[in-house]
Every structure is written in C-alpha cells, then in structure tokens.
C-alpha cells in the first residue's frame, strides 16, 4: 500500500526558508516511470502544483515558483524534500506530496497524480 506522509514546521519566518519533506511507504522513490511531486492550496485558492522529481533524480518546477523552489530526495530513506526560500505570507497554504505512477513524462496538474499524503499546513508569520 502506497502512503505518502508530509512533515515539517507548521510555522516559517518571512523571508526564511520552509522545509518539507514527503516520506514514502509501499513503493521506492527510484521506481521506473513514477514522479514524485509536491502541491499546495492557499486559503481560498485552488490546488497548485509547485515542481516534481522523477524516478532518476530530475527535476521539474512550476514556472512561477522555479526561482523560489528546490526538490530533492534521498534514495536511503525514500523520501523527497521540498525548499522554498524567501517565504512571505502569500505562501501560506496546505503543502501535499504526491505520486504520478507510471507516466511518461512529468504532470503539472493535481488531479493527474494518484496518491496523495494528507497535507500539512504552513503559516508564514512573524
């Protein structure tokens, strides 16, 4: 059974960095052809999908947040961690990691990955 679970601080000083990170069960992050991502939902908005690693350690980021945005993984522990630096209080929102199985290249939207953890919520604020 594939579970997927995010922790880190709940809380992150403007201008510092969040840390994230997804542990993995049921599945190793070096599988062929899964990629391996992180989404978050500010209050009120929707799902946005922030960058992916995939099975061979590549990296892929949104656009918007590429400049702001590092993912990598730990293939000993089978996990991956999200870094976002110069965090302000418009990045405040529920961070989820989540797993596309079986794809032949990277998804950019949520509903294309299939398992999910539960989320964590992130408060910026001093």
């Known amino acids: 059974q594939v579970q997927l679970q995010e922790s880190g601080p709940g809380l992150v000083i403007p201008s510092q960095t969040l840390s994230l990170t997804c542990s993995v069960s049921?599945?190793?992050?070096?599988?062929?052809?899964?990629?391996w991502t992180w989404i978050r939902q500010a209050p009120g908005k929707g799902l946005e999908w922030m960058g992916a690693?995939?099975?061979?350690?590549?990296?892929y980021y949104s656009p918007s947040l590429k400049s702001r945005t590092s993912i990598f993984r730990d293939t000993s522990k089978n996990h991956f961690t999200l870094q976002l630096i110069s965090v302000t209080p418009e990045d405040r929102a529920v961070y989820y990691c989540?797993?596309?199985?079986?794809?032949?290249?990277?998804?950019?939207?949520?509903?294309?990955?299939?398992?999910w953890g539960q989320g964590t919520q992130v408060t910026v604020s001093s």
């Open positions: 989540a797993i596309g199985i079986q794809r032949t290249q990277v998804a950019s939207r949520a509903y294309q990955y299939d398992y």
């Open positions: 049921g599945v190793s992050i070096s599988t062929n052809y899964h990629f």
């Open positions: 690693i995939d099975w061979s350690g590549n990296t």
